[in-house]
């Protein structure tokens, strides 16, 4: 018997509350997928030692309500990058961030990259798709209060096998 009185007491609730038509202060982020070449390996091998990461970021924070952007951080693992607006009104905020090779954990991946029996190797590509991801914050202020906005961001990682003849990166013959 509860159970019924609370139920529709919750639908009218959740259909009585009006659209939110005010605008409302936010991040709207694009990435591009990092590039990491990869070299052949021998068949069975199915972890994939990432270097360091360029993720190339576009940012474009909106504060409303005559509020100003007071500044933006960006952190990817342990890596953090902040940016203060000054009076510079900057609408587009292009970056690159970089991940060092020791805040990436080995990459698990099957049938890639991989030499086989005849010794060649095709090129191809695999896209890691949420690879890692972005944590942004904006902090927005007036004279009279200021507010944080936050946003996630996926950032995906595309691989590139090397042909055998390439031979191995140096990344891979240091290990």
Not at 5 to 10: E, G, S, T, V
Not at 72 to 96: M, P
Not at 132 to 139: C, E, I, K, N, V
Request: charged residues 20%.
């Amino acid at each position: 018997m509860v159970c019924r009185l609370i139920f529709p007491a919750l639908v009218i609730a959740a259909t009585a509350m009006p659209a939110r038509s005010e605008p409302v202060s936010l991040i709207k982020v694009r990435s591009e997928p990092a590039v990491v070449e990869v070299s052949p390996q021998a068949a069975g091998r199915r972890l994939v030692h990432l270097p360091a990461l360029d993720f190339s970021l576009e940012i474009k924070p909106q504060c409303v309500n005559d509020m100003r952007a007071e500044s933006l951080s960006i952190s990817v693992a342990d890596t953090r990058e902040t940016v203060a607006f000054t009076d510079v009104d900057e609408r587009i905020i292009s970056t690159t961030l970089t991940l060092p090779r020791q805040q990436t954990a080995p990459l698990a991946v099957i049938d890639f990259c991989q030499i086989g029996e005849d010794r060649n190797q095709v090129s191809q590509e695999l896209l890691v798709r949420d690879a890692f991801t972005a944590h942004l914050s904006l902090r927005c202020a007036s004279d009279e209060q200021q507010f944080v906005v936050y946003a996630t961001q996926p950032l995906d990682l595309t691989l590139l096998c090397k042909s055998v003849d390439q031979g191995p990166s140096a990344d891979s013959a240091a290990r």
